[in-house]
Protein backbone atom coordinates (compact mmCIF):
# COMPACT_ATOMS: atom_id res chain seq x y z
CA UNK A 1 0.00 0.00 0.00
CA UNK A 2 1.46 3.70 -1.18
CA UNK A 3 0.74 6.41 1.08
CA UNK A 4 -1.77 9.54 -0.71
CA UNK A 5 0.99 11.19 -1.46
CA UNK A 6 3.64 8.77 -2.87
CA UNK A 7 6.02 9.27 -0.93
CA UNK A 8 6.31 5.86 1.25
CA UNK A 9 4.91 1.94 0.98
CA UNK A 10 3.52 0.52 4.11
CA UNK A 11 4.70 -2.60 5.44
CA UNK A 12 3.02 -4.47 7.87
CA UNK A 13 2.80 -0.98 9.98
CA UNK A 14 5.88 1.33 8.90
CA UNK A 15 6.67 3.59 6.38
CA UNK A 16 9.08 2.50 3.98
CA UNK A 17 10.40 6.14 1.50
CA UNK A 18 10.20 4.59 -2.35
CA UNK A 19 12.03 5.78 -4.69
CA UNK A 20 12.12 8.77 -6.46
CA UNK A 21 9.61 9.00 -9.53
CA UNK A 22 11.52 11.39 -11.31
CA UNK A 23 14.04 8.75 -12.31
CA UNK A 24 14.22 7.78 -15.83
CA UNK A 25 13.22 4.31 -16.19
CA UNK A 26 16.45 3.14 -17.77
CA UNK A 27 17.85 4.50 -14.75
CA UNK A 28 16.23 2.96 -12.07
CA UNK A 29 16.66 -0.05 -13.63
CA UNK A 30 19.87 0.52 -13.97
CA UNK A 31 20.19 1.40 -10.16
CA UNK A 32 17.57 -1.73 -8.83
CA UNK A 33 20.26 -4.03 -11.33
CA UNK A 34 22.98 -2.68 -9.09
CA UNK A 35 21.29 -2.90 -5.68
CA UNK A 36 20.22 -6.42 -6.25
CA UNK A 37 23.51 -7.39 -7.32
CA UNK A 38 25.19 -5.86 -4.24
CA UNK A 39 22.65 -8.00 -2.11
CA UNK A 40 23.80 -11.30 -3.65
CA UNK A 41 27.30 -9.97 -2.89
CA UNK A 42 26.40 -9.57 0.99
CA UNK A 43 24.81 -13.21 1.02
CA UNK A 44 28.05 -14.51 -0.78
CA UNK A 45 30.15 -12.65 1.74
CA UNK A 46 28.03 -13.75 4.87
CA UNK A 47 28.40 -17.77 3.60
CA UNK A 48 32.34 -17.06 3.07
CA UNK A 49 32.91 -15.49 6.17
CA UNK A 50 34.27 -12.63 4.22
CA UNK A 51 34.28 -9.31 6.53
CA UNK A 52 35.88 -6.97 4.15
CA UNK A 53 33.69 -8.24 1.33
CA UNK A 54 30.37 -7.95 3.71
CA UNK A 55 31.38 -4.13 4.52
CA UNK A 56 32.33 -3.35 0.90
CA UNK A 57 28.95 -5.09 -0.15
CA UNK A 58 26.66 -3.26 2.21
CA UNK A 59 28.19 -0.15 1.24
CA UNK A 60 27.30 -0.76 -2.11
CA UNK A 61 23.55 -1.00 -1.12
CA UNK A 62 23.24 2.04 0.69
CA UNK A 63 25.21 3.87 -2.24
CA UNK A 64 22.62 2.24 -4.55
CA UNK A 65 19.38 2.91 -1.95
CA UNK A 66 20.65 6.78 -2.09
CA UNK A 67 20.74 7.08 -5.42
CA UNK A 68 17.21 5.46 -5.61
CA UNK A 69 16.28 8.64 -3.14
CA UNK A 70 15.09 5.58 -0.69
CA UNK A 71 18.08 6.65 1.79
CA UNK A 72 19.56 9.93 2.29
CA UNK A 73 18.24 13.31 1.24
CA UNK A 74 14.46 13.17 0.74
CA UNK A 75 13.22 13.40 -3.09
CA UNK A 76 10.74 16.08 -2.34
CA UNK A 77 11.27 19.46 -1.88
CA UNK A 78 8.38 20.80 0.14
CA UNK A 79 10.28 20.66 3.54
CA UNK A 80 7.65 17.84 4.71
CA UNK A 81 10.15 15.76 7.47
CA UNK A 82 11.34 12.21 6.04
CA UNK A 83 9.75 9.60 8.15
CA UNK A 84 11.42 6.90 6.56
CA UNK A 85 10.88 3.64 8.91
CA UNK A 86 8.29 5.39 11.37
CA UNK A 87 5.56 3.65 12.74
CA UNK A 88 2.31 4.72 10.86
CA UNK A 89 0.66 5.04 14.16
CA UNK A 90 2.92 7.64 14.59
CA UNK A 91 2.97 9.51 12.07
CA UNK A 92 0.01 11.96 10.30
CA UNK A 93 -0.60 9.32 7.89
CA UNK A 94 -2.49 6.94 11.13
CA UNK A 95 -5.72 8.41 10.28
CA UNK A 96 -5.55 7.76 6.67
CA UNK A 97 -4.16 3.94 6.88
CA UNK A 98 -6.37 3.16 10.16
CA UNK A 99 -9.15 4.47 7.66
CA UNK A 100 -8.48 2.19 4.75
CA UNK A 101 -5.64 -0.33 5.04
CA UNK A 102 -5.35 -3.96 5.76
CA UNK A 103 -4.77 -4.61 9.57
CA UNK A 104 -2.39 -7.53 9.97
Known sequence: ???????????RGRLWRKANPALAPDERQTLVDALMHARR?????IAQ?????????RARVQAAKV?????????????TPDLNRH????TGYAEWYAEGAPQR
Open 1 to 11: MTTPDGRYIVV
Open 87 to 90: LIRN
Open 67 to 79: ALGERGPVWWDDG
Open 49 to 57: EDEAGLRHA
Open 41 to 45: AIRAA
